[in-house]
């Protein structure tokens, strides 16, 4: 079975742009949880989506959006770049059953720089 | 809200010496309870996890974790490391009342030496 795959994995914007990031979770898996890992702050979670529904948000601003389409796959935004957006951005995904304790598959990430 | 806590930030081991990482964690509500390792330059891989049941659990490669409930900790122990086990480690808790959210400690840099 594949895993949660994640493109691209390598990106370069500047200040004021903005960005999209991609994830396909792992086949029959319909969670996909978003995090962004830095130096500084260490994991920190972003949103959860389950059947294209957000049911979970983590402290970031709005500038940080995401979306589930109807084959589970996710897309994440960032808008109106900053400096400190620059990080691993990454995508887990979950079987998201009764008792499974939200056990989550991570992809490679996406190493976000901003100049 | 859940809260974890590695408790130390960078454990230096030779190697087939043991070796034992630190968890506690914080919580109002039941947890489940993972350890993640990463590799340099890529994602998270699950080590091992804590859903219900026996309070002892353990990964495939020789990693065991123990559950205790009145302590509030999941350390992770390895009784003989290899070079191939230099990574960070990361202790993870996930609240019943939480949809798709891990709360992440720190992190723990293991650095195996010869």
Redesign the interface.
Known sequence: KAG?TQTPRYLIKTRGQQVTLSCSPISGHR???W?QQTPGQ??Q?LF???SETQ??K?NFPGRFSGRQFSNSRSEMNVSTLELGDSALY?C?S?L?VE???????????TRLTVL | AQSVTQLDSQVPVFEEAPVELRCNYSSSVSVYLFWYVQYPNQGLQLLLKYLSGSTLVESINGFEAEFNKSQTSFHLRKPSVHISDTAEYFCAVSGTDSWGKLQFGAGTQVVVTP
């Open positions: 949660v969670s996909v949880s995090y260490g994991l979670f959860e989506y389950f049911r979970n983590g990454l887990a979950s998201a008792g499974w304790g939200n056990e989550q598959f991570f992809g490679p990430g």
